[in-house]
């Protein structure tokens, strides 16, 4: 019996590598209009105008005031984070905010960089665009676009950006980077209307690289991110030179995936998989039941009524900074929910962590970026671009505490051209923020393997 089931496996691993697939397959998608009311037609404004962040007394005033208004609950005793946010470590980071935080040094920093807004489909899109100081000479800036997910935003990058755009060893690559703002994110508008998912994102990022002249590029992506710059890469795939991400939930599993689930425990080797591999994947049953309903609340109130939670997550910077924090700690490390204050600041700094919270907050886009889950799912999960394989040159970096673990052989199921898988050795979901030197030394390592193959 154990003889014909191995047999199984090589004839579906042959089979899976022989069978010739269609390369020229893309993903379509037709122009939207996302703003209020109906297109009224005409060329659409292609103007590229300066952004600045900014804040009034008016706006921390109203702040401070929510802030100081708000009904503390007890926490249960010895709960750690394990309900949720603890709430005697929220009052900590709430007193911190109130009367350390600084917001306008915060703004300064933010503003550092050089930020624009440009109309695309009835929308303002906003993104940072990083050029490099110095280029050496006989080498050209890499354009590569940077995309988000939730509950983060562009200021992940943040610590990322200068190891691109001005590496410190010879030899590296310089990057020209963007990092956009997922429309209904941070400073991008929310679209008007129903129906704007993740293919909508990536049909807005391809017009606007192809609004500040870049006909090629390189994408990343981690969360959402992952999905719209995959999304990119499926629906043009000849302008996405590369594409690396940090995050690869399988989107539809087949055969070799299942097999390789119900006989890779016994048979690693036979699948590739790791130690790294097996300690993630096999723990009991009841362990993945349980950890799956643990951590998945969240995702079933914004895929299906983001708009209530949302509404109260809008009117109190209390609740909006508990709601958000918590990921940055469970999704940092699942072990952290066993630490009184959530491990937030081993990772992370508070003043950190608060901007990012204070980007929700000051631009009111809690709401439309949890309908974000809702345009996505609500569709259903077997939508075209999850059954097609993505024929762009592909770069993983797998870190060991990801939400979800996947093994290289899952991630070529749907990057056929992957070229780079490194196994990192630390770090989480939130991994451009946590790791920005792991995460920049990858994209150099993927990148130049590209470039050199071209």
Known sequence: MLTEVLVAVVIGGLLYVLVPRNRKQVLKVEDGWWGPGSHSGGEEDVTIHPFKISTSDEELEDLHRRMDQTRPVPSLEDSQFNYGFNSHHLETVVSYWRNTFDWKRQVDKLNRYTHFKTKIEGI????VHVKPKRVPEGTHAIPLIMVHGWPGSFYEFYG????????????????????????????????????????????????????????????????????????????????????????????KPGLMMGLSVMLGHRFPKLFGFTEMDLQRLYPCKEKLLVESVKE????????????????????????????????????????????????LTRKFSLDDLLTNVMIYWTSGCIISSMRFYKENFGKGLDQPHSKMPVYVPTGFACFPNELMHTPKLWVRQKYPQLISFTPMAHGGHFAAMEEPKLMAEDIQKFTKIVEKKK
Request: aromatic content about 12%.
């Open 124 to 127: 303002d899109v906003h993104y």
């Open 160 to 251: 990322l950006i200068p190891l691109l755009t001005e590496p410190s060893e010879p030899g590296d690559l310089v990057f020209e980077v963007v990092c956009p703002s997922i429309p209904g994110y941070g400073f991008s508008q929310a679209p008007q209307k129903k129906g704007f998912d993740s293919v909508c994102a990536a049909h807005i990022f391809h017009k606007l690289m192809a609004r500040l002249g870049f006909q090629q590029f390189y994408a990343h992506g981690g969360d959402w991110g992952w999905l719209v710059t995959t999304n990119m890469a499926q629906l043009q795939p000849k302008a996405v030179k590369g594409l690396h991400v940090n995050f690869a939930p399988p989107s």
């Open 296 to 343: 998945s609340g969240y995702m079933h109130i914004q895929a299906t009524k983001p708009d209530t939670v949302g509404r109260g997550l809008n009117d109190s910077p209390v609740g909006l900074a508990a709601y958000i924090l918590e990921k940055f700690s469970t999704w940092t490390n699942r072990d952290f929910r066993n630490l009184e204050d959530g491990g």
